[in-house]
């Protein structure tokens, strides 16, 4: 008997809905979705996404908890490296995409399944991500996707849907919105122009905090592990925290505009308030920890490591390799980082830590030295600038 069973990376989205019905009804295949929770949905919101693939079609329907190990995996290597990509987005839905992709096809080699869908379009980077871990990962497995071999727009699929029945909030799916545990992508009309932005609505969460708030972020070894003096199991729970605090302050919203791995230009809105709190806390605490040329080269290799998340070469060797450093930079980031908060905006107040390097017994900035003399400097700046005296000297018509 021919195997017809498909597994579809399922999250509930006009998408993936519209591949749902599609591939039960105009291909005879028994879908089995599958949601890779990364940490953007809670029991109730999993629960709603269950019953929506049965409506739609389903056989059966999983829910795959990946969250801690995409934390583990990725999310700790981003905020050793300060990962930003063009120095404003913090690789939210580009890092979870391996891992959810990675979370599917090892279920659909679990239950033998012939074929592995997704929802993706052919203009964007997921197209990518997903398609490349699973050739890598089970490349006897075929891949379906129907949205992008349909190149169907949004309008498209929900007419479909509505044509067969299918009852949903047709309005909110007028933006595609990707929530995880570090960060929540959105999607729609606005974002596809260069001149527009999206509107308040379009963010998940909205501003309903107005007094000014400080509080305490305790890092250990580069880790987020406490709030205002609570200490958490495990980071993952911190980050939690700390996104319940801020998000009421519609902090850590932004447009990133980037180029994408197919080579064109891309534009999504996102929140992410735990996400720039922790990477700008960490970075001014290990302002204060590391020295001038390990921040140097982890500036370098984070920067490489959050392209290569992003263009979908995570499974690349050198990624480990880059991880190995990453970690090992961090056995000095410990201590307090205080934060302000107020509506839309954060500021950074200041640090404690025992490796602190700001210390007075060598010399307190712009104000006493204690380690070396003024004849010291003096003689340090001669020398200092030797090669260019030569150049100078040399080179009479440089211009200054």
Known sequence: MENNKVVLAFSGGLDTSFCAMYLAKEKGLEVYTAIANTGGFSQDDLAVIEEKAYRLGAV?????????KYYEKSIKYMV???????????????????????????????????????GSTGAGNDQVRFDLTFEVLAPHIKILTPTRDLQLSREAEINYLKEHGFVADFKKMEYSINAGLWGTSVGGKETLKSEKTLPEEAYPSQLTA???????????????????????????????????????YAIGRDMH?????????????????????????????????????????????????????????????????????????????????????????YQLIGVESEKDLMKSEFGEYGEVNKAWTADDVKGFTKILGTSLKIYNSVNKDFEV
């Open 80 to 118: 050793y490296g300060n990962v930003l990509r063009n120095n404003t987005y913090p690789i939210s839905v580009s890092s979870e995409r391996i891992f959810q992709a990675i979370a599917i096809i090892q279920y659909a080699k679990e239950i033998g399944a012939a074929y592995v869908a997704h």
């Open 257 to 345: 505009i980037g180029d994408t791995i197919i080579g064109i230009k891309g534009r999504v809105g996102f929140e992410a308030a735990a996400p720039m709190i922790i990477i700008k806390a960490h970075q001014m605490l290990e302002k204060h920890t590391l020295t001038k040329w390990q921040q140097y080269w982890k500036d370098q290799l984070g920067n490489w490591y959050g392209m290569f998340l992003h263009e979908a070469l995570y499974l690349e060797p050198v990624m480990r390799d880059i991880e190995v450093f990453l970690e090992n930079t961090q056995k000095n980031v410990s201590g307090k980082v205080w934060v302000g908060l107020q509506a839309y905006h």
């Open 60 to 68: 059966k329907h999983v829910a795959l908890d990946v969250t801690e």
């Open 210 to 248: 107005h007094e000014t708030k400080k509080i305490s972020l305790e890092f250990e070894k580069g880790e987020l592990i406490g709030i205002d003096g609570k200490t958490y199991k495990h980071p993952v729970e911190a980050i939690r925290a700390l996104n319940r605090l801020a998000s009421p």
